[in-house]
């Protein structure tokens, strides 16, 4: 089976950093990925991680551990706009797209 | 590019009616999928196909049906539709290229059946 943990909500400053958490128990693991979601929108693709280590795209970062099962999304610079839901999902085996898993959601609230 | 687009954006329902929510990507993606999410819980997969004349059950199949004459269009069906179904649903497309998977979401329907 698959089970996906990630915290309900976070608050976090404008300007500031703030890493969001995810692990993961599957029975398979391919890569993981990472979700923006804001109210009432789609989810919008942030990042995908197949290997360890820390992959970084302009303010967000994304790190994985496969052996720890063990995902964090790293946001810089927090801006007003960041206030969303991040996603955590995991995809399980190569090819295709229809056995991944998605965790519940962070809600993220950055505050002036 | 227009992506995934999906119509309607919204719908009220009554019970044990019916009606087709339609989903279309331009990107020539084989791979495309319904979800639905509700309140505090995480996407769940209903259909998903990968490609054109081949679809095959999700997560959360029952209540839904799924046709995929061509790559472009995936209309997902609701034939009696339930209480239970008032949720949000995403068409989404995939496409993976060498290691890098990445995929895209339509804007959702918001489905309300009372």
């Known amino acids: 089976g698959q089970n996906i943990d990630q915290p309900t909500e976070m608050t976090a400053t404008e300007g500031a950093i703030v890493q969001i958490n995810c692990t993961y128990q599957?029975?398979?693991?391919?890569?993981l990925f990472w979700y923006q979601q804001h109210a009432g929108e789609a989810p919008t693709f942030l990042s995908y991680?197949?290997?360890?280590g820390l992959e970084e795209k302009g303010r967000f970062s994304s790190f994985l551990s496969r052996s720890k099962g063990y995902s964090y999304l790293l946001l810089k610079e927090l801006q007003m706009k960041d206030s969303a839901s991040y996603l955590c999902?995991?995809?399980?085996?190569?090819?295709?797209?229809?056995?991944?898993?998605f965790g519940i959601g962070t809600k993220l609230q950055v505050i002036p | 590019n227009a992506g995934v687009t999906q119509t309607p954006k919204f719908r009220i329902l009554k019970i044990g009616q019916s009606m087709t929510l339609q989903c279309t990507q331009d990107?020539?993606?084989?791979?495309m999928y319904w979800y639905r999410q509700d309140p505090g819980m995480g996407l769940k997969l209903i259909y998903y196909?990968?490609?054109?004349?081949?679809?095959d059950k999700g997560e959360v199949p029952n209540g839904y049906n799924v046709s995929r004459s061509t790559t472009e269009d995936f209309p997902l069906r609701l034939e009696l539709a339930a209480p239970s179904q008032t949720s949000v649903y995403f068409c989404?497309?995939?496409?993976?290229?060498?290691?890098?998977?990445?995929?895209?979401f339509g804007p959702g329907t918001r489905l309300l059946v009372l």
């Open positions: 989404a497309s995939f496409i993976e290229a060498g290691n890098q998977e990445t995929q895209y």
């Open positions: 991680n197949v290997l360890d």
């Open positions: 999902a995991v995809s399980p085996n190569p090819g295709g797209y229809q056995k991944v898993t």
């Open positions: 196909s990968v490609g054109a004349g081949i679809t």
């Open positions: 599957t029975s398979g693991f391919n890569g």
């Open positions: 990107m020539n993606h084989n791979y």
